[in-house]
Every structure is written in structure tokens, then in C-alpha cells.
T-cell receptor
């Protein structure tokens, strides 16, 4: 079955460490997205990518970085510059940017906790 | 910036009660509208979507939503809820041309629904 795989499901980070969250899709979608979900805050867009080797900052990009070297992969790095990284992170994809008639397909998320 | 408002943070209902969750958006032009659901421990799933045509949209699991352009609203309804509908519900909007957001979905903050058996 096609879908989005996020790993790991749970991740613990020490303060000052960088960590990378994995997102892989086998849907052949061009566009991929990273959202952060906090209680009562909904989903906030961190970064998005419309196509391979291209990505754009979302609303809360500070302290995060991404890469898009392959169509199927869009890893997110949470750097030590992110002051409040404890959150639930969701990856999503869409056939192409702006192709809203498909809606977004979401992964199952990674819960990151700073210890 | 465009925004999406969901009026209730937490709704508690008994089984068989009727449900209506409010969603309002700020963009006055063409929009695409969505409702997503997140069951406990699961990923977001698309409940229903509106693009054009009949403003009353039917989705999965007996849910429906009505697009009222004059009110900038897209409220979610279900005539009789079940315990299994306990979840968090997110409204999302994609503004059309000129609406900004670079074609990305804008999400509301979500409404938690708890259904008592």
C-alpha cells in the first residue's frame, strides 16, 4: 500500500543535540510538508517542498532545517537552536503543490521529547 | 494572513446526540475546504472536502459539512454521534489565487470531541 512512513515514532533528545526525523513516501507525490502539532495550537507549517532540491520556509521554520535530495524523502532536522522542540511532528504529501483536490496524505507522526 | 477559526476547543456529547462543529475562515475569494479527523494514536485522515458545486458535502462515517459562502463557514455535522467518533477534528482551508499561503493548507486549532457511552 502507498503511504507515508515516519520514523521513529518516539524520539528523545538531550538539550543541545540535533536530531533528524525521517519521512519517506511511496506515493510519487511532488510536494511534501512538515507540520508541528502542539495541544491547542493545531498544525503549524515548518517547511515545505514543491519539488526535489527545492524547499521553502513555513510559518515556524526557526530552529529547523530540511533537505529534499530525493523525491520520496524529506527529512527534518531539529537543531539545538529550536528553543522548545518538544512536540508532535507530522509529515504530509500532496501530488503537487496547490493540488488541493487530493487533500494531503499524512504520516503517523513522531513525538519528540527533550530530556 | 489568512486564518481559520474553530469555535470550540473541546466538545463533550453523549452517544446519539447531534454534532455541529464550527469553522470559519478569513479569505473572501475562492477556497477549497477540508475537514480532517485524528483518532487517538492515529494519523490525520480526510473526512470530507469541498471544491465546487453542491455546498452540502457528505463524507465518511456519516459526517457532512455545509459551505456557506456568505458566512465564510464550513461547519461539520453528524446527526447521531457514537463513542467511536471520539477524536480531534481539524478544519483546513486552501485559499485560491491571490489568497496567499502559496497553495498550502491553513489549519484551524482543532476541536476535541469526547463522546460518552
Amino acid at each position: 500500500d502507498g503511504g507515508i512512513t515516519q520514523s521513529p515514532k518516539y524520539l528523545f533528545r538531550k538539550e543541545g543535540q540535533n536530531v533528524t526525523l525521517s519521512c519517506e513516501q511511496n506515493l510519487n507525490h511532488d510536494a511534501m510538508y512538515w507540520y508541528r502539532q502542539d495541544p491547542g495550537q493545531g498544525l503549524r507549517l515548518i517547511y515545505y517542498s514543491q519539488i526535489v532540491n527545492d524547499f521553502q520556509k513555513g510559518d515556524i521554520a526557526e530552529g529547523y532545517s530540511v533537505s529534499r535530495e530525493k523525491k520520496e524523502s524529506f527529512p527534518l532536522t531539529v537543531t539545538s537552536a529550536q528553543k522548545n522542540p518538544t512536540a508532535f511532528y507530522l509529515c504530509a504529501s500532496n501530488p503537487r503543490q496547490g493540488a488541493a483536490n487530493y487533500g494531503y496524505t499524512f504520516g503517523s507522526g513522531t513525538r519528540l521529547t527533550v530530556v | 494572513a489568512q486564518s481559520v477559526s474553530q469555535h470550540n476547543h473541546h466538545v463533550i456529547l453523549s452517544e446519539a446526540a447531534s454534532l455541529e462543529l464550527g469553522c470559519n475562515y478569513s479569505y473572501g475569494g475562492t477556497v477549497n475546504l477540508f475537514w480532517y479527523v485524528q483518532y487517538p494514536g492515529q494519523h490525520l485522515q480526510l473526512l470530507l472536502k469541498y471544491f465546487s458545486g453542491d455546498p452540502l458535502v457528505k463524507g465518511i462515517k456519516g459526517f457532512e459539512a455545509e459551505f456557506i459562502k456568505s458566512k465564510f463557514s464550513f461547519n461539520l455535522r453528524k446527526p447521531s454521534v457514537q463513542w467511536s467518533d471520539t477524536a480531534e477534528y481539524f478544519c483546513a482551508v486552501k485559499p485560491g489565487l491571490g489568497g496567499g499561503s502559496q497553495g498550502n493548507l491553513i489549519f484551524g486549532k482543532g476541536t476535541k470531541l469526547s463522546v460518552k457511552p
